[in-house]
């Protein structure tokens, strides 16, 4: 009676681990699995949320009384203003610290139409977490190139999970894995858009999401913008989160969740119409210009704007600061950002996995500790913290505080979500580790 009963024990175990194993096999499939493993993670994602709650957390900077005495460094210093700055026509590496002289865009040879839509555009819907390289996939083949989102994803982000690719990344895959070039530049407006589209280039942009999400908050999402139409107000985008191919934009819309990444955009071209597009580009055709241009229109910004959108204004000041190098003015600008921030709700934590500057300005002004605090803050909000360029902060800050071993550990979790990432291994080569 014993033994029987063992036996058919046994067998139920068999059939549990076989039934087990089985749907595991199934689950790996790359048809089942594509399909089902955003939703775990999305699930994962949602537990996690509703017990740590990642939108009542604060940043309060703890070394911000002691900026005065911070002995600033060369590499933290502001840049000599200049009597007078003239655009030129290509890119420069020159940096003031304010512009010095208000410059208007230069006007197209003939008045744009109220409304265009661009043809020839290839629209790809996202797969989870992959904005990133399936707009850029989108922008890259109105042009010709032959690929997808797989193949942009593969070089700006091997982990699937990873949470974000730069705006950077996708301007050096442009330049070093297709026969395109690509211009990127801040502070952009909705003239600047409507110009291009216009001449025929689509405008990437990185902006906040929101309404059609509303469920999951504030997140940052990319948009290749392909149409305007004046009578409307409303731009023409790609949306691939939603699977929305040419789903109009308001005006009003794209100006406000644009604010979030200081109205960053990218402009992918063939090489023979590289002329054209800094003729369009007028002055912002010189980068030390555009650079200032973009500080002075976010310094503008928060003398007008109020609430959520306040503290995106002092977080931009602080991103124009960093892109600068005035690490000292940019420190204090993220600091009024932290101080708005803790008085918002619903707060947009996520712009802290998109947005880096405030490691830098910290970093370089000797803030390590506030680094490292605020590194521990963004790496939990998130069931995965699938955000390398923290990781690598904060590592860079433990080893400026002399915590070598903690710094290795960062750098390795950096690597751990970004395979392969040059920045978190030339860490590690410094301190003479070669995995």
């Known amino acids: 009676m014993q033994k029987t009963r063992m036996i058919k024990t046994l067998m139920v175990f068999l059939v549990i681990v076989s039934v087990s194993a089985l749907l595991l096999a199934i689950y790996f499939l790359p048809p089942v699995h594509s399909r089902l493993s955003w939703r775990l993670s999305v699930l994962r994602g949602d537990i996690y949320n509703y017990f740590n709650r990642p939108d009542e957390q604060v940043f309060i900077p703890g070394q911000k009384k002691d900026m005065s005495a911070i002995e600033l460094t060369p590499t933290a210093t502001m840049a000599p203003p200049t009597a007078t700055l003239v655009p030129s026509i290509t890119p420069t590496n020159y940096v003031s610290p304010t ?231 940019a420190a204090q600008a993220y600091d009024q950002a932290f101080a708005v921030y803790a008085d918002i709700y619903p707060r947009p934590y996520r712009l802290f996995w998109y947005s880096t500057g405030a490691y830098f300005a910290y970093y370089y002004t000797g803030r390590y500790q506030d680094v490292i605090d605020l590194a521990d803050m963004v790496l939990g909000l998130s069931a995965e913290p699938a955000i390398e360029e923290t990781w690598v902060w ?28 040059w920045v978190a291994e030339n860490e590690l080569h410094s301190l003479g580790i070669w995995d």
């Not at 200032?292 to 910004?301: G, V």
């Not at 433990?398 to 970004?418: Q, S, T, Y």
Request: charged fraction near 25%; proline fraction near 6%; hydrophobic fraction near 35%.
């Open 99 to 329: 512009p010095t002289e208000t410059q208007t865009p230069t006007p197209t040879s003939t008045p744009i139409p109220s409304a265009i839509q661009l043809e020839g555009v290839r629209y790809e819907k996202q797969d989870f977490n992959n904005c990133g390289p399936a707009n850029l996939s989108i922008a890259l083949n109105y042009w010709g190139w032959e690929g997808d989102q797989k193949v942009t994803a593969a070089k700006l982000k091997p982990f699937s999970r990873d949470r974000n690719v730069m705006p950077y990344e996708m301007v050096d895959f442009v330049r070093t894995q297709t026969h395109l070039g690509a211009v990127l530049r801040w502070g952009g407006d909705l003239e600047t858009i409507k110009k291009f589209i216009a001449e025929g280039f689509p405008v990437l942009i990185e902006r906040g999401y929101l309404e059609e999400i509303a469920e999951y908050g504030w997140m940052g999402h990319y948009n290749v913008v392909t149409g305007y139409d004046d009578a409307r107000e409303v731009f023409i985008v790609q949306d691939t989160y939603p699977g929305i191919p040419n789903a109009p934009n308001s005006y009003e819309r794209i100006e406000r969740h644009w604010r979030a990444f200081n109205y960053v955009y990218i402009i992918i071209y063939p090489p023979e119409r590289e002329t054209r597009v800094f003729e369009l580009l007028g002055p912002q055709a010189d980068e030390a210009y555009n650079l200032q241009y973009a500080a002075e229109k976010a310094r503008e910004e928060v003398n007008v704007l109020s609430g959520k959108e306040l503290f995106f204004g002092w977080y931009n000041v602080g991103t124009s600061l960093v892109n600068l190098q005035d690490y000292y003015g």
């Open 394 to 421: 904060r590592g860079r800050a433990r080893k400026a505080l002399g915590n070598i071993d903690g710094a290795v550990e960062d750098f390795r979790g950096a690597l751990k979500w970004h395979p392969g990432w």
